[in-house]
């Protein structure tokens, strides 16, 4: 570890997410909440150990459409939930006014383009239900579930 200031030398750990390690004033960016120890040792090899804790919150917002045009034109064709705090592979189903499962997908980008059972007929205009599983970085799982119309 280098020698720092007055004789000073500075040891963080764990290194993860931080912008250096021997440094005085790293800065962190972990993605969960993290204790960082920090020992200093001085030119006399006396040592002193501190830690702090940096406490990190995940927002988890979703925002889901409640009405999209399958009609081609290129302009809200496809019904896609989008959020923040959420892996990129939830499980996305829909289902039709009497419950019964006509998408289903894991690979949110795909979206939903108004057919039914992989794209052989298309979904009749109306409301359908719609429920989304996903997890975030820690792995708690999350359920979303709410309506969208669909306007031909």
């Known amino acids: 570890t280098p020698t720092v200031g007055a004789g000073l ?8 997410y931080l912008s250096c390690t021997n440094c005085l004033n790293p800065v962190p960016n972990p993605e969960y909440t993290t204790t ?8 006399n090899g006396c040592t002193a150990i501190d830690s702090i804790v940096i406490e990190v919150t995940m927002e988890y917002e979703i925002f889901a459409p409640n009405t999209f045009t399958p ?7 496809v019904f896609i939930p989008r959020g923040l705090g ?6 996305l189903m829909i289902f039709d006014r009497w419950g019964n499962l006509i998408y289903k997908t894991n690979n949110l980008s795909d979206g939903w383009n108004g057919t039914i059972n992989g794209g052989r007929n298309k ?17 708690n799982e999350y359920n979303y579930s709410g309506h969208v119309n669909i306007i031909r």
Do not use: C, I
């Not at 960082?36 to 030119?43: A, K, M, Q, R």
């Not at 009609?71 to 064709?77: E, F, I, Q, S």
């Not at 959420?86 to 499980?91: I, L, M, R, T």
């Open 123 to 139: 979904a009749q205009q109306g409301v359908y239900v719609w429920k989304m599983r996903t997890h975030d970085l820690r792995g």
């Open 86 to 91: 959420f892996n990129n592979e939830p499980d």
């Open 9 to 16: 030398t500075y040891s963080w750990s764990p290194a993860s």
């Open 36 to 43: 960082y120890y920090l020992v200093v040792t001085d030119v």
């Open 71 to 77: 009609n081609g034109d290129g302009l809200n064709d």
